[in-house]
């Protein structure tokens, strides 16, 4: 498993607060692999079955991690792209913000 992956799913729970989301929504991170965020919390993810699959590269990926990308402005200028459930996509703004 890819250390990006694994720091993102660290960061994600510690956000989600042991907590989760209604839906499921699969994070795949270009050349790295994916992460998984759903009623259980976050975790790797090799299923590609999601009610919400969004697609970043690293870079962008980690800015949204950070705070130093808006999620609206990378979808908007193409570097986050989002398939299926669009309001979950936006459920998760808080969440990556």
Do not use: H, W, Y
């Amino acid at each position: 498993m890819s250390e990006v992956v694994d720091a993102a799913v660290k960061a994600l729970n510690a956000r989600l607060s042991g907590g989760g989301i209604d839906g499921s929504v699969r994070f795949v991170i270009e050349e790295e692999g994916a992460v998984r965020i759903d009623q259980r919390g976050a975790r790797p993810d090799d299923d590609a079955a999601a009610d919400c699959v969004l697609t970043a590269d690293v870079a962008t990926f980690q800015g949204l991690l950070d705070g130093d990308v808006n999620p609206t402005s990378a979808f908007m200028s193409g570097r986050l792209k989002v398939d299926g459930d669009m309001g979950l996509a936006m459920k998760l703004g808080s969440i990556l913000a």
